[in-house]
Nanobody, 126 residues
Framework: EVQLVESGGGSVQAGGSLRLSCTVS????????MGWFRQAPGKEREGVSC????????VYGDSVKGRFTISRDNAKNTLYLQMNSLKPEDTGMYYC???????????????????WGQGTQVTVSS
């Protein structure tokens, strides 16, 4: 059974940093584009960032450009999201997801993704 397990969420003050991780099992990791999505209370889930199978291309949502960095380690089957200069509006549940195919560029739309994690909560206080 494919599993995506997020970790690294927590509560921080505005301006702080967090690093999210997503460990993937039972999936040929480097055959998949990977993405991070988030859902704030009362809002729809939105794309945060995504990355190609070989880290050759990344895409970021407008609200996180210049503050967040996505990366992956195929040897460890792990996806990362470094989040700096966090703002209260970054609060939400963060999900990692896997999109089959070696997409280029990577897709930042949810329908491309076949597998999803359970999420990790990020709370940013002002």
């Amino acid at each position: 059974e494919v599993q995506l397990v997020e970790s690294g969420g927590g509560s921080v003050q505005a301006g702080g940093s967090l690093r999210l991780s997503c460990t993937v099992s039972e999936l040929t990791f480097d055959d998949y584009a990977m993405g991070w999505f988030r859902q704030a209370p009362g809002k729809e889930r939105e794309g945060v960032s995504c990355i190609t199978w070989n880290s050759g291309s990344t895409v970021y949502g407008d609200s996180v450009k210049g503050r967040f960095t996505i990366s992956r380690d195929n040897a460890k089957n792990t996806l990362y999201l470094q989040m700096n200069s966090l703002k209260p509006e970054d609060t939400g549940m963060y999900y990692c997801a896997a999109a089959p195919r070696r997409w280029v560029p990577p897709p930042l739309f949810q329908s491309a993704y076949s597998y999803w994690g359970q999420g990790t909560q990020v709370t940013v206080s002002s």
